[in-house]
């Protein structure tokens, strides 16, 4: 199992710019989501999903869209990127939607906005 | 509004010197507090679910503990390569995890 990938690994862009930061799991798991990491903030939630089709907002959803076609797939696309979004983001899957289960997190994509 | 907090921010100490991390929280029904590591440049690794006040958990020089109010990881003898920072979460809801600031922890030779 690769557990949770995502890519790229680091990324710049220039403001008003979108991209997709790409997330998969291999571990069939219903649950996955996204989180921001900034310095003195701790993780924070973005968005979430509890399965294919199904997706819901975090704490900071602001100027970020997901979708859920497939299980192993979550991408997490920035519209217009801005300088406020440059962060290290961080995708997460676990098996349960009810239970307190274990999340697994991917080794993060570091992007800048210029 | 569930609120995590983590105590210190920084704590450096002598390789062997045991010492202890605080996870402080405020949740109307907690399902679970969750104990993460995190190296610089990676992301975190799952250490410990706790689930109910009086649980302990051990794994190797780690041992984390839960009160209704706060959660302590507990250090003994650190090595050098325990250095990371310690992240707490707790979740309330379904699997959406509200996480402390951290601690970052190095252990000095």
């Known amino acids: 199992n690769a557990g949770v990938t995502q890519t790229p690994k680091f990324q710049v862009l220039k403001t008003g710019q979108s991209m997709t930061l790409q997330c998969a799991q291999d571990?069939?798991?219903?649950?996955m989501s996204w989180y921001r990491q900034d310095p003195g903030m701790g993780l924070r939630l973005i968005h979430y999903s509890v399965g294919a089709g199904i997706t819901d907002q975090g704490e900071v959803p602001n100027g970020y869209n997901v979708s859920r076609s497939t299980t192993e797939d979550f991408p997490l696309r920035l519209l217009s990127a801005a300088p406020s979004q440059t962060s290290v983001y961080f995708c997460?899957?676990?098996?349960?939607?009810?239970?307190?289960?274990?999340?697994?997190f991917g080794p993060g994509t570091r992007l800048t906005v210029l | 509004e569930d609120q995590v907090t983590q105590s210190p921010e920084a704590l450096r100490l002598q390789e062997g010197e045991s010492s202890s991390l605080n996870c402080s929280y405020t949740?109307?029904?907690?399902?679970?507090l969750f104990w993460y590591r995190q190296d610089p440049g990676k992301g975190p690794e799952f250490l410990f679910t706790?689930?109910?006040a009086g649980e302990e958990k051990e794994k190797e020089r780690l041992k984390a503990t839960l009160t209704k109010k706060e959660s302590f990881l507990h250090i003994t003898a650190p090595k050098p390569e325990d250095s990371a920072t310690y992240l707490c979460?707790?979740?309330?809801?379904?699997?959406?995890?509200?996480f402390g600031q951290g601690t970052r922890l190095t252990i000095n030779p």
């Open positions: 997460a899957s676990s098996y349960s939607k009810g239970l307190a289960d274990t999340q697994y």
């Open positions: 979460a707790v979740q309330e809801g379904a699997q959406k995890l509200v």
């Open positions: 706790l689930y109910s």
């Open positions: 571990m069939n798991h219903e649950y």
């Open positions: 949740v109307s029904g907690l399902r679970g």
